[in-house]
């Protein structure tokens, strides 16, 4: 596994970067180096012109790779199943904030609900969130951050694929693999049964493509989405990234949250615009130009804020 980095918070001294700062610089390398240049070689894939199957990875992932690593991700550590609880509800209740307060905007300025709503609620817990937690606080914060993603994930497949549609059939995605592995993880940690090692390695081998794999498909995304209607896209992004951060430290401080659970939660809550959203935007006719440019503009403002989130949420 990956360890978490350990670091501890410090400033600088009055000659420069004391030892510990140089070590906190290169802490916060060690996490987003990674994400970034992963997510790069798929931006610079799609960009040269190679092909790239998104369609086929995204279905690799949605039905294999996410499912293997949630089951691996919740019974590999002796995580209790109320901290797990916890931290789902603590993901509702930020969706709900979060929602809510997209939703007042709105309504307020005027604007389509089905074109804000759904990028400013929704976090790109899975491609970007996923692995930051992983490089960030290590292999067990992974577990706490499986939670987070599962409810996101089943969140935005089904109310906001309504809420981009109009309509919906959105309780099919209450049938997929993912809540089906949370399920079962659920009955192996109650039970206290053991996975037999052949199959325990099996789901492990095939969860470990998942996060390489969303980081790749998300360079790529960013690589052949464009941005159009600047402002509002900006505006799209600044409101994810604020509203998310604003939700989660107000979420886990109402929850009583510490350690890795609230460091995870908030890291998660302050992601970007989830590329679903924009999926589902030109699916349904929802000016998907104005979503891809939010996708775009919030993750590029993420990576140049992330050292700060991750500067004060390192131990």
């Known amino acids: 596994g990956r360890p978490g980095t350990g670091l501890s918070r410090t400033g600088l001294s009055s000659t420069g970067l004391s030892s510990t700062g140089r070590k906190m610089i290169w802490a916060l390398l060690e996490v987003l180096a990674p994400v970034v240049l992963t997510a790069g070689l798929g931006f610079t894939w ?82 970007l969130g996923l692995p930051l937690a992983l490089f960030a606080f290590g292999d067990e914060a992974l577990g706490l951050a499986v939670p987070y993603f599962a409810v996101t994930s089943m969140l935005q497949h089904t109310l906001g694929q309504r809420i981009a549609a109009g309509r919906g059939r959105g309780w099919r995605a209450l049938l997929t693999p993912n809540v089906f592995a949370i399920g079962a993880a659920v009955l192996v940690v109650a039970s206290d049964v053991t996975v037999p090692r052949f199959l325990g390695n099996t789901i492990a081998l095939v969860g470990d493509l998942t996060i390489p794999l969303m980081l790749l498909a998300l360079g790529v995304s960013l690589g052949s989405l464009q941005v159009r209607r600047l402002g509002t896209s900006l505006r799209i992004a600044v409101l994810r990234l604020v509203l998310g951060l604003a939700a989660g430290l107000a979420v886990a401080w109402l929850f009583g949250l510490e350690g890795s659970a609230r460091s995870v939660l908030i890291l998660l809550s302050a992601m970007p615009v989830a590329v679903f959203t924009y999926l589902f935007a030109a699916r349904y006719g929802r000016d998907s130009d104005l979503v891809a440019g939010a996708v775009v503009l919030s993750t590029l403002i993420s990576f140049a804020t992330l050292p700060l989130l991750l500067w004060y949420l390192l131990p």
Do not use: K
């Open 46 to 127: 799609t960009r040269v012109g190679a092909g790239f199957d998104t369609d086929m990875v995204t279905r690799l992932v949605l039905w294999l790779g996410a499912p293997c690593l949630i089951f691996e991700s919740l019974t590999r550590y002796d995580l209790p199943l109320l901290l797990l609880a916890e931290q789902a509800a603590a993901a509702i209740a930020v969706c709900a904030l979060v929602g809510a307060t997209a939703w007042a905007l709105a309504w307020g300025a005027g604007w389509p609900l089905a074109s804000f709503v759904p990028p400013v609620l929704f976090p790109n817990a899975g491609n």
